[in-house]
């Protein structure tokens, strides 16, 4: 089992920038890939932003390509959402996720979830 942690979430003005933090404790080993995905209210879950591990490839979604970037410390243990140039669109509940065999690019199907940080970007 794998268990992640989410952290950094909260309230900013448009065109500002957070950071999102997410912590991967237990069998780490077997996680081939870690991505982000978002859910803004009454909408449907989509991926953001992906990493494969082995390939070190990364994935990005249309809608924050060029703005969000996605990174891991060397151990593999957090995994990092670098959001710039925030828009209100980008208001949502921002949940980790890590997957053991890894296809789809950023909708990945992952094995494991965080339990969520929310992100509000309103002026």
């Known amino acids: 089992q794998v268990q992640l942690m989410e952290s950094g979430g909260g309230s900013v003005q448009p065109g500002g920038s957070l950071r999102l933090s997410c912590t991967a404790s237990?069998?780490?080993?077997?996680?081939?890939?870690v991505g982000w995905f978002r859910q803004p209210p009454g909408k449907e879950r989509e991926g953001v932003a992906a990493k494969w591990f082995r390939t070190s490839s990364t994935y990005y979604s249309g809608s924050v390509q060029g703005r969000f970037t996605i990174s891991q410390n060397n151990a593999k243990t957090t995994v990092y959402l670098h959001m710039n140039s925030l828009k209100p669109e980008d208001t949502a509940m921002y949940f980790c996720?890590?997957?053991?065999?890894?296809?789809?690019?950023?909708?990945?199907?992952?094995?494991?979830w965080g339990q969520g940080t929310q992100v509000t970007v309103s002026s």
């Open positions: 996720a890590a997957g053991r065999n890894c296809v789809g690019g950023t909708d990945f199907s992952a094995n494991y």
């Open positions: 237990g069998n780490i080993i077997s996680i081939g890939c």
